[in-house]
């Protein structure tokens, strides 16, 4: 069985934390040991007969999956790289097209990389029973057992043919519905939330695919065909994935297949796809306040407050989801969570970069943070881990002055190579060739104060990079 991992998506219900360049499944949310993206491979079966994972991802964020991985100490198979987003359904088209072309056909389990399953020891159980059914040649999807009458999932309804054995035929797949209709689907017993979470064998997808979805299938064979291999990483053909239509594994196969079935499952399960969901499942107070961070609260009661950079204090407040980030501060009533990403809609439309990126971007190499800016100046902290090296690069509109506050700088300036330790600096000409290096055993943390008519980050000409960027 192969672990195909859905690391796509933005989480826009989740900003300010969320961003597009750093989104959700890349942040220790529900638990500040581990992101969502580790805790997903932490909750796999351990065994011989579970084969290295597979990630899907966007381009933009291959460093930030591949270090994560690190982290672990996880060695994938391939993370596979879209160039655009195009939902589920090609997605794991790829992966499953890639797993076959040596002749072998396994078991793929599907899994987003933004889940809670507080209950890991009941998942690894049904998962057991749902591998079962795949071998037999199922398509097998997780039905989450549920809790309330919600209104910002999906439904499966199921019907009654093998629920001895703990698997039911699927009936149809349903929409988010309004209150009324959630209440009778809770009351009536034969709905299931629907997780997002597939096992099948990669051929039968493919067939699948083939009979209800051929469009999507050929447009990811053909993208694959033209596939690069840099590293781990799989890039295939941007031109080609970008004509594929964006659909959903539901939509493009498994609510026209006839081999669908449902496994339900009672694992704690949460999508975390909003403020509310992740109060939900994390542990709260006596007040039913949940606080992560620098936070005091004084008669408040069934918040989420989150402080990150400041001191957060929440007094005679009820309901609320409070979330400072260095840049963004957000106020809610926790019934208006599914309303979040209207707010980045506006950012978007009015070209904020806050829609996208934090203060402390992360890069391959490190992190960059910004700590002021005006029109024609810009300082950032700049931090460069061990044994790690910038690209060989210039800028048309900006020079730029370096002091090393911690650690040692090995630095190219045009034709001269130097070092420089803590309390030295020095200064890079605009249009000069420059490379950053830290050489030594600890990160390299300096202050770079940029001056010049545009200080935007595609002001960089790269010569050389070590980790293919253009």
């Known amino acids: 069985m192969i672990p195909l991992i859905l690391s796509g998506g933005a989480g826009t219900r989740l900003w300010p934390m969320s961003r597009q360049l750093f989104p959700k499944q890349f942040l220790p949310l529900a638990d500040p040991q581990s992101t969502l993206l580790q805790a997903t491979l932490a909750r796999l079966p351990q065994g011989d007969d579970l084969g290295r994972p597979v990630v899907v991802c966007n381009e933009d964020h291959r460093f930030l999956v591949a270090e994560q991985l690190r982290a672990m100490g996880v060695q994938p198979a391939r993370i596979i790289l879209e160039p655009v987003g195009r939902n589920t359904a090609p997605a794991v088209a790829l992966a499953a097209l890639e797993q076959v072309q040596d002749g072998a056909d396994p078991v793929l389990l599907v899994m987003p990389a933004d889940h809670v399953i507080a209950d890991v020891d009941a998942f690894r159980r049904t998962l057991s029973t749902a591998?079962?059914?795949a071998e037999a040649g199922d398509l097998v999807t997780f039905g989450i057992v549920p809790t309330e009458p919600h209104t910002g999932y999906g439904y499966i309804r199921a019907g009654h043919g093998t629920e001895e054995a703990g698997v039911l035929p699927v009936l149809e797949f349903v929409e988010k519905p309004d209150q009324q209709t959630a209440e009778g689907y809770l009351a009536g017993g034969d709905y299931f939330w629907n997780s997002g979470m597939f096992v099948f064998r990669a051929s039968v997808f493919l067939q699948e695919l083939e009979t209800h979805a051929p469009d999507i299938l050929a447009t990811c064979r053909k993208a694959l065909e033209s596939a690069q291999a840099d590293m781990d990483f799989l890039r295939v053909d941007r031109d080609a994935f970008a004509t594929c239509r964006s659909d959903?594994?539901?939509?493009?196969?498994?609510?026209?297949?006839?081999?669908?079935?449902?496994?339900?499952l009672r694992a704690g399960w949460s999508d975390v796809g909003s403020w509310a969901s992740l109060w939900a499942v994390g542990a709260r107070d006596a007040d039913g306040n949940l606080t992560q961070g620098d936070v005091i609260t004084v008669g408040a009661r069934n918040c989420y407050v989150h402080g990150n950079q400041r001191l957060v204090a929440a007094v005679g407040v009820e309901d609320l989801v409070i979330v400072e980030t260095a840049d963004a501060v957000l106020v809610m009533h926790k019934d208006r969570d599914q309303e979040v990403k209207e707010v980045v809609a506006r950012l978007k439309s009015r070209g904020r970069e806050e829609a996208d990126i934090h203060r402390c971007v992360a890069r391959p190499w490190g992190t960059y943070e910004r700590i002021d800016a005006?029109?024609?100046?810009q300082v950032k902290r700049i931090t460069v881990k061990p044994g790690q090296t910038l690209s060989l690069q210039m800028h048309y509109h900006r020079a730029e002055h370096w002091i090393v506050v911690r650690g040692t700088a090995r630095i190219t300036r045009g034709e001269e190579v130097f070092v420089l330790t803590e309390n030295q600096s020095t200064f890079i000409p605009l249009g000069i060739t420059h490379r950053l290096e830290n050489p030594g055993k600890i990160p390299l943390e300096l202050i770079e104060v940029q001056s010049g008519s545009y200080l935007g980050e595609d002001d960089i000409v790269r010569f050389q990079d070590t980790y293919g960027r253009s």
Request: aromatic fraction near 8%; proline fraction near 4%.
């Open 131 to 133: 591998r079962m059914r």
């Open 248 to 264: 959903s594994i539901d939509y493009a196969v498994m609510e026209k297949t006839g081999r669908a079935v449902v496994v339900p």
């Open 374 to 377: 005006s029109d024609r100046f």
